[in-house]
């Protein structure tokens, strides 16, 4: 199936898988896992489903599926060191490169447990683990990128007024 017209958060969005894959894949070091990511997220975007939360779902799903295929795999469901499981009631600071450590409600940049364990296992109920996920891979994914921003956010800033606090609605 593929649409006649695709909507402006769609595009822009396959526009941003296309130049993290051109970021990320240096050379030929592709395979299975990252093209079975990518053709599981076409099927997706294009199947004509029109639910809100398609495209952060889809984009979540993506993002840690291909980190795994170029071997960033997240450790999301235990603590490093301890091996202590995550907790779905408790609270974490995430290092993408080691994993989560439990911290006190309320300490800046925590996330849930059950956010972590949703990724985890591509298991996603509220819109809040949604919005948790999209922290946990955007900090992966800037450590694999660098300091150089992705230009497709910038597509994002023109759609939405040009507010610069509104970038955290970019995929």
């Known amino acids: 199936y593929w649409p006649a017209t ?9 526009l941003y898988v296309h130049e993290l894959l051109l970021r990320l894949l240096r050379g ?11 053709e599981s997220l076409l ?8 639910a809100e939360y398609l495209i952060p779902l889809t984009l ?23 091996m202590l499981p995550v907790e779905h009631d408790r609270y ?4 993408p490169l080691r994993g989560p450590r439990r911290v006190p409600a309320g300490t800046p940049g925590a ?8 990724l985890a296992h591509e298991t996603f109920e509220t819109t809040q683990q949604l919005q948790e996920a999209k ?28 507010k610069k606090e509104e970038c955290e609605q970019s995929p």
């Open 6 to 14: 695709l909507n402006y958060e769609i595009s822009v969005s396959c």
């Open 28 to 38: 030929n070091e592709s395979g299975s896992g990252v093209f079975q990511a990518y």
């Open 43 to 50: 099927e997706r975007m294009l199947s004509g489903d029109t």
């Open 60 to 82: 979540r799903l993506f993002e840690k599926r291909l980190l795994s295929a170029l071997g960033y795999g997240l450790p999301l469901t235990h603590e490093p060191g301890s």
């Open 92 to 95: 974490y600071v995430f290092d």
């Open 111 to 118: 996330v849930r447990g059950d956010s972590l364990l949703a």
């Open 135 to 162: 922290r946990l891979t955007r900090a992966a994914l800037r450590a694999q990128l660098g300091d150089k921003p992705l230009q497709t956010q910038r597509l994002w800033l023109t759609k939405i007024s040009g």
